[in-house]
């Protein structure tokens, strides 16, 4: 399965980018093969509108199954969710790291997204 | 870093008041314009520009008249009807684009069978880096009959952190756009801490609901204050219930005040215009912010 990770570099251990539709790379990682590929976003940070379903796009393109972001916008999930990508918000921390907590199963997707003003 | 980022649902509540008042009231800040359609936060801090770069954004078509062959092809495509067509005294027409009512779609672009058209990137507008006597700034002016973008607000944002960074300052307080559109959200994805500014009007509170639900999904923390909460008490309490029921914290209620249309004539902040009553509440809002924001930095600490 490819899982897309919004990465603010290109390598592995690059912070990830909290934006989603203007991130400025996005990192995705086969986790069946161990293998992994960027994609420059420049003409997503660059779109004066719509960076976000450009970018779901994108992802769908890919052939990843899965997104781990800081955030998307409303525009942004509904075309992941047409598209059958799973969104997992709230990642800090580098691709690696968020990878490696994937791969163990400790990421929730956007249906259990913690309230922002809560705990 | 923190950033502040104060929106409003509907516009004309006070944002740039409130912007203008907590940037005398900080310190160590760097302030961002984002609210580029109606840019206005210039008139109160008289910027003086420090640097000065073109935007560009989008497209515009332009038809180079020696390959036209008048077939009419980009008319019947056309959704905005931007392209002209001039008849000379015989009739015979000229077509072109009418660069202020072209959107940038790119159709005529790609139906065009004689590839007549060009398309080349539009300069909207430009972008300041400033000092004023509250700090640096970063703001814009676009063109006639250009809009703000979510990429522009980017570019603010960017540009305004890096100026944070560079000068070891804590804090960026932006002055964002009305509604819940593109540029709201470049605005405040990512940010510490959103500050909405609502009146207690009907439109207010619908406008404000739309406000909450927005940084909910980009899960960004909020708060609200109330502005001029006096002209109608009753909606705002309705507000402030309405706040409670969602668990966001009021910062505070804002008097109404001729004071604040008199600090606008005279240029000033209202903080650094008067100590009257209206003043010490948006003093008094500002610590509330604060203490949020410094609390939300210990707890990502």
Redesign the interface.
């Known amino acids: 399965m490819k899982v897309a990770v919004t990465s603010t570099g290109k390598t592995l251990d690059s912070p990830v980018d909290?934006?989603f539709?203007?991130a400025k790379n996005f990192i995705v990682f086969d986790t069946e093969t161990g293998a992994h590929e960027v994609l420059d976003n420049r003409s997503g940070?660059?779109?004066?509108?719509?960076?976000?379903p450009q970018a779901a796009q994108e992802i769908s393109r890919s052939g990843a199954k899965c997104v781990i972001t800081?955030?998307c916008?409303?525009k942004a999930?509904r075309a992941l969710q047409a598209a059958g990508i799973e969104v997992i918000?709230?990642a800090t921390g580098t691709v690696a790291e968020m990878l490696e907590k994937f791969r163990r199963g400790e990421l929730s997707s956007s249906a259990e997204?913690s309230?922002?003003?809560?705990s | 870093m923190n950033e502040l980022v104060v929106v409003s649902g509907k516009g004309g509540t006070g944002k740039t008041t409130l912007v203008a008042a907590f940037a005398a009231l900080a310190e160590k800040t760097v302030l961002a314009d984002c609210d580029v359609d109606a840019a206005d936060l210039h008139l109160l801090l008289e910027p003086r520009i420090r640097r000065r770069e073109p935007f560009k954004?989008?497209h515009t078509a332009f038809i180079r008249q020696a390959d036209c062959t008048q077939c009419g092809v980009c008319d019947t495509h056309c959704r905005v009807d931007a392209i002209r067509i001039d008849r000379d005294p015989d009739g015979n027409p000229t077509f072109s684009v009418d660069s202020i009512s072209c959107e940038g779609c790119g159709v005529c672009v790609h139906f065009c069978p004689e590839g007549a058209i060009d398309f080349p990137e539009s300069t909207c507008g430009e972008w300041f880096v400033s000092e004023t006597r509250q700090g640096p700034m970063v703001h814009a002016r676009l063109g006639i009959a250009e809009e703000n973008?979510?990429?522009?607000v980017?570019l603010v944002r960017n540009e305004a952190k890096r100026i944070v960074h560079d000068r070891h300052f804590e804090l960026l307080i932006a002055d964002g756009p009305p509604g819940i559109g593109?540029p709201v959200?470049?605005s405040i994805?990512?940010a510490s801490l959103v500050l909405l500014v609502t009146e207690p009007t009907l439109s207010g509170l619908h406008d404000l609901e739309r406000g909450f639900e927005?940084?909910?999904?980009?899960?960004?923390?909020?708060a609200v204050c109330v502005n001029q909460h006096d002209i109608n008490p009753s909606m705002t309490e309705t507000i402030d219930r309405e706040c409670e029921q969602?668990?966001?914290?009021v910062v505070g209620h804002i008097r109404h005040s001729r004071d604040v249309v008199h600090a606008m004539v005279a240029k000033q902040s209202v903080v650094e215009y008067t100590e009257s009553p209206v003043a010490e509440e948006i003093r008094k809002v500002w610590h509330q912010v604060n203490a949020m924001l410094q609390a939300g930095a210990e707890t990502r600490a």
């Open positions: 909290p934006r539709g203007r940070v660059d779109a004066a509108h719509g960076a976000g800081g955030r916008g409303p999930e918000p709230g997204s309230d922002p003003n809560g | 954004s989008g973008s979510g990429k522009l980017t593109c959200i470049a994805t990512g927005l940084a909910d999904q980009l899960g960004v923390p909020t969602r668990s966001i914290p």
